[in-house]
């Protein structure tokens, strides 16, 4: 059963690191899930203090991820419709050109968003840019969380029980 677990635990920590760049994946919840599934076996064990602080960091992340795209469109002076915008054009870059559209989508659909709200050209690429820098954030600090998450998980197979 042991080996189930720790295979299934990787597979969520890969899927966990796909999601930091995937969209319709939550990926540190996802990365998480596989902390607590090498947790279950009976040869590794976390300590409950560690399970409880990235608990913590998990939720923390996925609720900067929702912010952080935002909040950097906003301070390059986005409207709602280029919120908007950025929003469809990453669903839409995601299926049409993937790996680039998940880049280039939020930017392309920030700018038109702010074309249909009536802004300018330089005001659009403003707003296009700040989507673009909020989503990068977003994936940066989702990277960071589930890569962490995947060192410990290497970390506690390699050394073995009762370190963590």
Same mark, same amino acid.
């Given at each position: ?16 690191? &796909? ?22 076996? /009976?040869?590794? /064990? ?5 399970? =409880? ?14 912010? =952080?795209?935002?909040?950097? !469109? %906003? %301070?390059?002076?986005?409207?709602? &419709? ?9 669903? =839409? ?16 659909? !920030?700018? !038109?968003? /702010? ?11 403003? &707003? ?13 600090? %989702?990277?960071? &969380? ?19």
């Amino acid at each position: 059963m042991d080996y189930f677990l720790i295979i299934t635990g990787v597979v969520f920590l890969l899927t966990g690191l &796909a999601g930091c760049i995937l969209p319709v994946l939550p990926g540190p919840p996802i990365s998480y899930a596989g902390l607590l599934l090498l947790h279950f076996t /009976e040869r590794y /064990e976390f300590s409950g203090r560690f399970l =409880i602080v990235w608990a913590l960091i998990t939720v923390a992340v996925t609720v900067l991820d929702y912010m =952080i795209p935002v909040l950097g !469109a %906003k %301070k390059y002076g986005a409207s709602k &419709a280029g919120i908007w915008g950025s929003i469809i054009g990453l669903v =839409i870059g995601l299926f049409i050109l993937p790996p680039f559209g998940i880049i280039l989508g939020p930017f392309i659909g !920030a700018v !038109a968003g /702010e074309y249909t709200a009536g802004k300018q050209s330089n005001e659009a690429f403003r &707003a296009g840019f700040g989507s673009f820098m909020g989503f990068m954030g977003g994936i940066l600090i %989702k990277l960071v &969380a589930s890569g962490m998450m995947v060192w410990y998980f290497i970390r506690e197979l390699i050394t073995g029980p009762g370190v963590l």
